[in-house]
């Protein structure tokens, strides 16, 4: 992905680009938060593929989603959470859209967090993330 570092940092604490796509692959919906004209958020479904170790984004061409990543390329990006256990945990990023084609973007990574349930059985919350520059 774009961005995020395959080595270094990140997999020293068990943290990778393997984790963050297998979330986000699990499901074919995510939630996807973009800026609207007048700064407030707008929260929209999305599909997201993985190609080629990029993260990309279809919209249709004239979607207010389209238009607002047009206009401020700033999003952040969250993988479905279906399982009421949270047994997988879940990822979201952040980052800027790069048009790259008419309505197909690519997002270049600023933040990846995974949450996900620590202990047997499970009794605490678990917060791993990666943000650009400090990793």
């Known amino acids: 992905m ?3 570092p395959v080595a270094g940092d990140c997999r020293g604490k068990g943290f990778g680009v393997r984790a963050v796509r297998a979330r986000f ?6 939630t996807m938060a973009t800026l609207r004209k007048d700064g407030s958020p707008r ?4 599909e997201a593929s993985f190609s080629d170790g990029e993260l990309w984004l279809g919209t249709m061409s ?12 700033r999003l952040a990006l969250h993988s479905a959470t279906n399982d009421a256990e949270m047994a997988a945990g879940d990822a979201k ?4 859209a790069v048009e790259v084609s008419d309505h197909r973007f690519r997002v270049d990574l600023t933040e990846v ?3 996900s349930l620590g202990g047997d059985p499970p009794d605490h919350l678990v ?3 990666w943000q650009q520059g400090k990793g």
């Open 2 to 4: 774009h961005g995020i």
């Open 25 to 30: 692959e699990a499901y074919k919906h995510k």
């Open 43 to 46: 929260i929209s479904g999305m």
């Open 62 to 73: 004239g979607s207010r989603k389209a238009l607002d990543l047009r206009r401020d390329p």
């Open 93 to 96: 990023i952040a980052g800027t």
């Open 113 to 115: 967090v995974l949450t």
């Open 127 to 129: 917060i791993e993330s």
